[in-house]
């Protein structure tokens, strides 16, 4: 790819904007479907590759054997009566089994809750200026693993925020991203045909 392709590029079309984007928590939760709007930051994660090296006749090399992804870090804003605390709160509480509720058996505080009863699915979603969803993520079997703190100051007259982080199992690419630019399924993108199709490009 020369200067001129790679300025014809460019000039084709309009930039992703940073602050374009929205993150749906899926759980349900009474009062709280206005979070996505209350949601200052994130970002997409990444992914690494885990390597392994293998040794054979000459020289060793490395093979992939594993991925490990990223945590998800969010920043929250808070309503003046600040459910969003209250709602992560509550749910961190309920995850290491602490409760405010007498009636529960002091043997039964602090014990870990099920898998299944505290994670849930999180949805990144890229928008256009239009404010049209053109590119998404999924983060599966996802939890809160930390809360940060609010912090408080009589010279600071800004919004209240607070962070946290979710730990996840996996992230993948829901089905029609990319629609714009002619490719319907990023599990339809093949890696051989992209390849080739790149080096026709270079020449």
């Known amino acids: 790819m020369n200067y001129n392709q790679f ?11 940073s602050n374009l984007f929205e993150v749906v928590i899926n759980l349900p939760a009474t009062g709280f479907t206005e979070m996505r709007f209350m949601i200052k930051a994130a970002s997409l994660p990444g992914k690494q590759l885990g390597e ?5 006749f000459g020289a060793n090399f490395k093979m992939a054997n594993d991925m490990i992804v990223d945590t998800f870090p969010i920043t929250v804003i808070c309503h003046e009566d600040m459910r969003e605390r209250q709602f992560f709160d509550a ?5 290491h089994g ?11 505080l602090y014990r870990m809750g099920y898998y299944d009863e505290y994670k849930t699915s999180v949805s990144v979603i890229k928008l256009d ?7 998404a993520i999924d983060l599966e079997e996802a939890w809160p693993n930390s809360m940060g703190p609010v912090d408080l100051s009589w010279d600071n007259s800004e919004e209240s925020t607070f962070t946290v982080n979710f730990t996840y199992r996996n992230w993948r690419q829901p089905t029609k991203n990319w629609d714009n630019s002619g490719l319907t399924d990023a599990g ?3 890696y051989r045909k992209w ?7 270079e020449n």
């Open 7 to 17: 300025s014809s590029q460019l000039s084709k079309g309009d930039y992703s904007r």
């Open 52 to 56: 392994a090296e293998v040794k054979r």
């Open 91 to 95: 749910w961190i509480s309920t995850i």
């Open 98 to 108: 602490y409760s405010e509720d007498s009636s529960i058996r002091s043997g039964d």
């Open 129 to 135: 200026r239009k404010l049209n969803p053109i590119y």
């Open 188 to 190: 339809d993108l093949d």
């Open 195 to 201: 390849k080739e199709d790149w080096g026709k490009n």
